[in-house]
């Protein structure tokens, strides 16, 4: 789950890591009073959306930027008016763009020097890594494949947590000194606090900097956290802001299910993740576009196979359907009984491949060609996503 840059902020503030003083809007009739908390100098506006590139993004009425900075309370109220209720795209979010919906004011800060600092879940040794440059304000992947020397890398015990040396490492390695080398190792391990205590999948800072005056700030905050353990973390379920999701998405979650929107005319329902990565490759490999990812899991039943084939037909641009399934703890036949209910509840008038592998297959494969239904059927991967392409037409 992702949150915005001005929830993030606030999340620092309570584990004490710097952040420059700020107040967000989601209507004009609040600028007023959020700008009174700040000084009538140099301030920042920022768009607050769930997507990058926003300072160089455009609004679908011309105006550009999404991310500016003013100097003074008149001028960042003028900006502020811009932007809200305005589209913003940018390169992250396609060329639809994105609803500006809360604007966030924040003091300006004068930079001596840039750096990036993120912690990040290591899925190859189910350990947090911290990674710091001091090649800041730009992306990581740049700074990774240009000058990848300026890159630490600090791998975390999770059974330790972070050790005082190599927090110390990282000032270390960034070149910190004297009263702003015990702010890093103090900052680390705050940050380092708030990704055990709330079950972050990604911290990020970029950039953190340093100010005339010798202080360590965080300019900009990224937090991403793991959906698997919202249940015990109310106060950041609370976080999440809807009108940034898919309403698809948003649906998919209500009955278990993984969705995930993507750009393309075939639909695809698969149970288990890799499965469903194969098939979207497949059918790019035979010349097809994959109108979303859509893993069932492995338990699924007849209901929510049901609810997957509402939630894949309420998107306009899916002309044909993959269904993949290999069958172990969820059956064929039990797949196979939801799919045909599925298809008479939501009058299915698109073309249906149906690949089915795995436990009671010849059951299942029977319940599809007696059900009446136009369902094409295929006995491996290849065939059904050949099958569906041409049914539907190469992208």
């Known amino acids: 789950m992702n949150i915005h840059e001005y929830q993030a902020k606030e999340l620092f503030q309570k584990y004490g890591i710097p952040v420059p003083a700020g107040a967000a809007c989601r209507a004009g009739n609040e600028f007023d009073t959020a700008l009174a908390g700040l000084p009538d100098e140099a301030l920042v506006v920022k768009s607050q959306i769930h997507a990058g590139g926003r300072g160089k993004g455009t609004f679908t009425d011309g105006y550009q930027g999404g991310v500016k900075v003013v100097k003074s309370r008149a001028e960042a109220r003028e900006a502020a008016a811009k932007m809200l209720g305005n589209t913003l795209v940018t390169h992250q979010t396609g060329p639809e763009g994105r609803k500006v919906q809360t604007v966030y004011f924040t003091q300006a800060s004068d930079i001596v020097k840039e750096y990036y600092l993120a912690i990040v879940m290591d899925r190859a040794t189910s350990s947090p890594v911290i990674i710091a440059s001091t090649e800041g304000g730009v992306d990581i992947e740049t700074v990774a494949d240009q000058t990848p020397d300026k890159i630490i890398r600090v791998t975390v015990d999770p059974l330790l947590g972070l050790k005082p040396y190599q927090a110390r490492e990282v000032a270390f390695g960034l070149g910190f000194k004297d009263d702003q080398f015990k702010q890093m190792v103090k900052l680390l391990a705050n940050l380092y606090r708030l990704f055990w205590e709330k079950d972050c999948s990604l911290l990020e800072i970029n950039p953190l900097v340093t100010t005339p005056e010798g202080k360590i700030e965080a300019l900009d905050a990224k937090v991403n956290f793991d959906d698997n353990a919202l249940f015990r973390l109310p106060d950041i379920a609370a976080l ?27 639909a695809c329902m698969v149970n288990g993740a890799g499965l469903a990565m194969a098939t979207m490759d497949i059918i790019k490999h035979f010349g097809g576009s994959p109108a979303n990812f859509l893993d069932v899991g492995g338990g699924a039943n007849a209901e929510q196979v049901t609810q997957a084939f509402k939630i894949i037909l309420s998107d306009p641009n899916v002309k044909g359907i993959l ?22 509840a939501v009058k299915l008038d698109r073309p249906l491949v149906v690949r089915l592998e795995g436990t009671n297959v010849e059951a299942g494969k029977k319940l599809l060609g007696e059900s009446g239904l136009a369902i094409e059927p295929a006995d491996t991967l290849a065939e059904a996503a050949e099958k569906i392409v041409n049914l539907v037409g190469k992208a």
């Open 323 to 344: 269904v993949n399934i290999f069958g172990g703890i969820m059956k064929c036949d039990t797949i196979a009984t939801g799919i045909i209910e599925a298809a008479k």
């Open 240 to 266: 999440r802001d809807l009108n940034e999701e898919d309403p698809k998405e948003i649906e998919a979650s209500k009955y278990n299910l993984n969705y995930i929107a993507l750009d393309g005319n075939i």
